[in-house]
């Protein structure tokens, strides 16, 4: 999947993106409190909205080509209610007495495939392939209801390889032993037949000359587990080949690490990740630097999401030291990867050492944000004559007007 365009607008809570485009990698600059955080939370709540979670006031228009190089425009509006306070409403939610009152309604939504209509709908009525359907529910959106259907099935799939990076999660996260077992319950259970034959399996270098039983694990990895703390355990257990290579490329930013593994404590009974450093026992992952640990979600993020998904990251350089940022921003710009990044940063050694055809400087005038091209704002042809110019320009200084 790769996101072309999006346009979004909160009409509540007045908030607005102009149409931006995003290459294969974008790099979003600007001032603090410019938008750019926002821009990825915008993305992010339209994953949500596909899964049957409503947002008061929202107004979208999303193209995103698919791993079949299809394109699609996904494209919908929420009632506005001002006077409600709440933003964002999950599908437990719907489910409650008096729900006509408290939820705002889905208005319209379309999606197009190469420019052909698969539905539209107002308000309960949709028309799917021209055809008139039973009425549905006037707050979720189609692709989280008629998830049956091929076409839908196909968006879906598309949207769900948008993962966010989310420190915060991640550092909270638990591997129980309850989660291993249903794992491995889960591998002794599917069918071998269920294994996707489509192109996107057969291209993914992850999947890259693997028998059919670890391709079955791998998508059970990928797509049915959530973070990348969980997923790093699960290929540390089926996959020692793929883990061994995240932690050379680990210990490569840190000569100190001479291991790194999940141990059971027993006790708990729960997984701990632990690193091992020259000349010391071994130590949890939670007592070690928060700029180590964002080094391995990057490093795990760059190996695992291989082909085909979009990768956001806020704040780049968050606690990454200047040796960890030039390590995962060179895998983000190696040329056999096929994932798209999204990322933000205001620091000048991230905007420094990537390529200024990759930024788009973030602005904002009032509640409308858009963005700039380093060709727009006229900077110099090279890198580093584009990056003094750039730091000097209101836009990049200012940002808000």
């Not at 055809?131 to 189609?142: F, G, H, M």
């Not at 420190?167 to 069918?191: C, D, L, P, S």
């Not at 999401?305 to 040796?323: A, C, K, P, T």
């Not at 050694?349 to 930024?359: A, L, P, R, S």
Request: proline share 2%; charged share 30%.
């Amino acid at each position: 999947m790769k996101i072309k365009e999006l346009s979004f607008k909160n009409k509540a809570n007045p908030w607005e993106l102009e149409k931006t485009e995003f290459s294969d990698l974008t790099l979003l600059v600007g001032a603090s409190g410019v938008g750019k955080t926002r821009i990825l939370n915008s993305i992010m709540e339209l994953v949500k909205i596909s899964n049957g979670s409503v947002y008061n006031g929202v107004e979208w228009d999303f193209s995103f080509t698919g791993n079949n190089d299809e394109n699609y425009q996904w494209i919908g509006e929420f009632e506005s209610r001002k006077e409600m306070r709440r933003h964002e409403f999950a599908e437990k939610d719907l489910n409650g007495s008096g729900t006509s009152k408290q939820i705002p309604r889905l208005l319209m939504e379309k999606l197009y495939v190469e420019d052909r209509l698969v539905f539209e709908r107002e308000e309960s009525t949709v028309k799917y392939e021209k055809k008139e359907t039973p009425k549905i529910s006037p707050y979720k959106s189609v692709l989280n209801i008629f998830t049956t259907e091929s076409g839908i099935l196909t968006v879906k799939e598309e949207l769900y390889k948008i993962i966010s990076l989310d420190y915060r999660h991640e550092q909270r996260t638990e591997i129980t032993k309850n989660f291993w077992n249903e794992a491995q319950i889960f591998m002794g259970m599917v069918e071998l037949s269920e294994i996707d034959q489509s192109s996107w399996y057969n291209d993914q270098l992850l999947f890259k000359n693997k028998s059919k039983e670890d391709k079955l694990a791998l998508r059970y990895i990928m797509e049915r587990t959530d973070g990348l703390i969980a997923k790093l355990f699960l290929i540390s257990e089926f996959f020692k080949d793929i883990f061994n290579e995240i932690a050379e490329d680990f210990k490569d930013v840190f000569p100190q690490v001479r291991e790194i593994r999940f141990e059971l404590l027993k006790e708990k009974e729960i997984y701990e990740l632990q690193v091992k450093e020259r000349g010391t026992g071994w130590i949890a992952m939670s007592d070690i630097s928060e700029g180590m640990f964002k080094t391995l979600l990057h490093l795990t993020a760059i190996k695992l999401m291989s082909s085909g998904f979009v990768i956001l990251i806020d704040e780049f350089e968050n606690s990454l030291g200047v040796n960890c940022i030039d390590v995962v921003a060179d895998g983000l710009v190696s040329p056999y990867r096929n994932s798209q990044y999204i990322i933000t940063s205001h620091h000048p050694y991230v905007i420094n050492n990537i390529d200024m055809k990759y930024w788009k400087i973030v602005v904002r005038k009032g509640t409308t944000v858009s963005t700039r091209t380093y060709e727009q704002l006229k900077l110099g042809k090279s890198k580093h004559e584009a990056f003094k110019q750039l730091l000097n320009t209101d836009e990049f200084a200012e940002g808000i007007t």
